[in-house]
C-alpha cells in the first residue's frame, strides 16, 4: 500500500535522527512492522516509527 504524503514525511523525520549505516534496516523493519496492519495511517506509522526508534538507539547504546 503506497503512502500518502503525511506518512511518508513522518518516516523521513522518524529516520532523520537514525544513523546513516542504520538507516537502512530500520526503514526495512518500519516497512516490515507496517504490513502487519490492515489499515496504516499516520498515527500507525508515528506508533511503529517511534517504538522502532527506540529500538535502534538502544542497540548504538549497547554497541557503544
Known amino acids: 500500500m ?3 504524503i ?5 518516516v523521513q523525520a522518524a529516520a532523520a535522527p537514525i ?4 538507516r537502512d534496516a530500520f526503514l526495512k523493519a ?5 504490513e502487519r ?3 496504516v495511517g499516520p ?3 508515528f506508533r511503529a516509527a517511534a517504538e522502532l526508534q527506540r529500538r ?4 548504538k547504546c549497547a554497541l557503544s
Open 56 to 59: 535502534h538507539r538502544q542497540v
Open 19 to 22: 544513523h546513516p549505516l542504520q
Open 30 to 34: 518500519l516497512a516490515l512492522e507496517l
Open 6 to 10: 503525511n506518512d511518508a514525511e513522518i
Open 2 to 4: 503506497p503512502l500518502a
Open 43 to 45: 498515527g500507525v506509522v
Open 37 to 39: 496492519h490492515p489499515v
